[in-house]
């Protein structure tokens, strides 16, 4: 009952003063915005480095033999998977799983006639590749890895290839340009052919762009003089099944008899974790910024209304309420702050985010990546909640202070004040 | 036994390097359903009297007992709950709160009893009504002229049905009939409820109306 009238006093006297609330809720609101769109900017960020490097690079899981992860970087063609269509089938089963394409990963020389360079090969099939680098729901992009000048590849056995954008920079290639790749076989013998440069790529990690070349698998296959691959891509429905299906997958092949290891793609793509780390924490100095901000808006507005309720804060103590109930009072009107401000901030937060992300943030590439993007913001719950908690919080914080020096004026002169 | 007995109080306050003696040893005992004036100049002590009397300070020295109960021994939420069971306060300066209709306005102090809903609002309607103000129950406190505030002052300071109203200087910010009137009001209750009135002033006209009048000067008592 006391909180009623409480609640409603306290929701009364903000609208007292009606400039001076609206500014204090302004600030409260823009940095409820500020936190909404940045931290939105960086969940497009994440969102998009993560699907951009699934969809082009690692897949949701890679499936090797077993042993590949330890001791495949020095010698790939012992672990290569035997009979790769029937895991393949067995693995295409699953309702999660969308797509499962195979690859085989060598080093090779890739020579123009002039120069020779060192880069990593990938023998791939071009439609699994292409149906891997479709993107959903990632706004303003289609293709996690995306042939900008020339053509992907497209035949199986065909002798194309095509080449990252660094190394088409380095090696001055252009699309029709003749090349030769050598390669050390299964067996250790020398191979070479010679293929046509289809078409230049870049994919979300610069690295793969710099020495990356892709070739049609079965091309690879008699390059390498083997009918085995090295590597099975499984593409999920959704990234976030990830771990659901690895262990159902995992317990399941390991059941029928299959020796293989399954490797998720957060365990791949270490840049991806450390820009999410170093954002966070970008994200966190921001939190505390806003904190800040609402704290001394608040302060400020609640030592005002405290200065000019002065005699009120006297009458109502006089009439019989406790010190601790002048506090409730006051920290209800901070509260109150708080939680309109939050609010609106939301509301202000979740409107402008949608404008931006229907326009689109024109972006330079970013740091390991080739290709100029277009930003959006992507709003997720945690995002909101964050808002509206640190504006409340900040609001209980900083009323505390003014409520506290409310609470312990002297009646008598309380009531004296003029 | 009276209701108010006062004995040998002393207040001193402090102000920079001086002390100022407020009242010097006061002893005054008032009846149940009495109508009181304390009347003396500017500067006298009849503010700090009524204060000491009200809970709201507590004397340098001397005690004070209201109903019996030494209200010198309190502590400071002992005598916020004394004065919301006990006492009724009337201003010089009406002290409504302004976002406050009149009639939440005088249901103020029921919020901190358990007073059901229906009851509170009966109750403060009443005495709306008591003061002449029942048309203006949903009218907000500058929307009412000084004498109307007043009033409704008087119905939040009698709705807790306290023993004893102090008001100070009740009459000192309302034109000389509209004070009258004021003062007849608070006469009118002092004798159909019974309710004891301590008020003070420096009114002649006001002090007239007294039942008893102690006057004070330089925070000694010199005729009652």
């Known amino acids: 009952m006391k909180m009623t009238i409480f609640a409603s006093l306290a929701f009364r006297n903000l609208l007292r003063n009606r400039t001076r609330t609206l500014i204090t809720l302004s600030a409260i609101s823009f940095g409820c915005i500020g936190l909404i769109l940045v931290g939105g900017f960086f969940e497009d960020t994440f969102l998009r480095l993560r699907e951009g490097q699934i969809h082009s690079v690692y897949g949701h899981l890679q499936v090797h033999k077993q042993g590949f992860s330890t001791r495949g970087k020095t010698s790939p063609f012992e672990f290569l998977l035997e009979k790769p269509q029937d895991i393949a089938a067995f693995i295409k089963d699953d309702p999660n799983v969308a797509l499962v394409t195979p690859r085989i990963g060598f080093s090779a020389l890739l020579s123009t006639g002039e120069t020779t360079y060192g880069v990593f090969a990938q023998g791939v099939d071009p439609k699994g590749e292409d149906q891997l680098a479709t993107l959903d729901g990632v706004r303003h992009a289609e293709k996690g890895i995306a042939v900008f000048e020339g053509q992907d590849l497209e035949a199986e056995n065909s002798y194309d290839i095509v080449v990252g954008k660094g190394l088409a920079d380095t090696l001055n290639l252009k699309p029709s340009d003749r090349v030769t790749l050598l390669v050390t076989t299964v067996a250790g013998g020398l191979n070479a052919l010679d293929l046509t440069v289809q078409g230049i790529f870049f994919s979300a990690s610069e690295e793969f762009d710099d020495r990356g070349i892709r070739i049609p698998i079965r091309t690879a296959q008699s390059l390498l003089r083997t009918d085995k691959v090295q590597t099975l891509v499984v593409c999920l429905r959704k990234t976030e099944d990830t771990d659901r299906v690895l262990n159902s997958l995992r317990d399941r092949l390991t059941a029928q008899g299959f020796e293989v290891e399954l490797i998720p793609w957060y365990e791949m793509a270490d840049f991806y974790r450390r820009v999410v780390q170093l954002y966070r924490r970008q994200f966190h100095v921001l939190i505390i910024i806003v904190s800040g901000i609402v704290i001394l808006s608040i302060f400020n507005s609640m030592n005002m209304a405290i200065t000019e309720r002065t005699r009120e804060i006297g009458t109502i103590m006089a009439l019989g309420y406790r010190r601790s109930e002048i506090q409730q009072l006051f920290v209800a009107e901070g509260f109150f702050l708080g939680l309109i401000g939050g609010l609106l901030g939301l509301l202000g937060g979740i409107l402008s985010g949608s404008i931006i992300s229907a326009l689109g943030i024109p972006m330079p590439p970013p740091p390991g990546g080739t290709a100029a993007w277009t930003a959006a913001i992507e709003i997720k719950p945690y995002l909101l909640w964050t808002a509206l908690i640190v504006s409340l919080i900040s609001s209980i914080i900083s009323s505390f202070y003014p409520a506290r020096k409310a609470a312990h004026l002297v009646v008598a002169e309380a009531l004296r004040h003029v | ?224």
């Not at chain 2, 916020?80 to 005088?106: K, Y």
Request: charge should be negative; aromatic fraction near 6%.
């Open chain 2, 1 to 224: 036994m009276p209701l108010l007995q006062v004995d040998s109080v002393f207040k001193d306050y402090k102000l920079g390097k001086t002390t100022v003696h407020a009242l010097r040893g006061v002893n005054l005992a008032v009846k149940k359903g009495e109508f009181t004036a304390i009347a003396g100049p500017s500067g006298s002590g009849k503010t700090t009297l009524l204060h000491l009397i009200g809970c709201i300070e507590v004397p340098t020295e001397g005690r004070i007992f209201i109903d019996g109960k030494d209200v010198t021994s309190l502590d400071a939420d002992e005598l916020a709950d004394f004065r919301l069971t006990h006492l009724g306060f009337i201003f010089q300066t009406f002290n409504l709160i302004p976002v406050l209709t009149a009639l939440e306005n005088v249901e103020f102090p029921l919020f901190k009893h358990a007073v059901p809903k229906a009851e509170r609002v009966k109750r403060s309607m009443e005495l709306l009504d008591t003061v002449g103000l029942s048309d203006y129950a949903k009218h907000k406190p500058e929307e009412l002229s000084g004498g109307q505030r007043q009033r409704v002052a008087i119905a939040r300071a009698l709705v807790t049905r306290p023993q004893l109203v102090l008001a100070d200087e009740p009459t000192a910010n309302l034109d000389h009939d509209t004070g009258a009137q004021i003062l007849q009001l608070m006469k009118a209750i002092n004798k159909r409820h019974g309710t004891t009135f301590i008020f003070s002033t420096h009114d002649p006209l006001i002090i007239e109306q007294a039942d008893r009048t102690i006057h004070i000067v330089d925070g000694v008592i010199t005729t009652d």
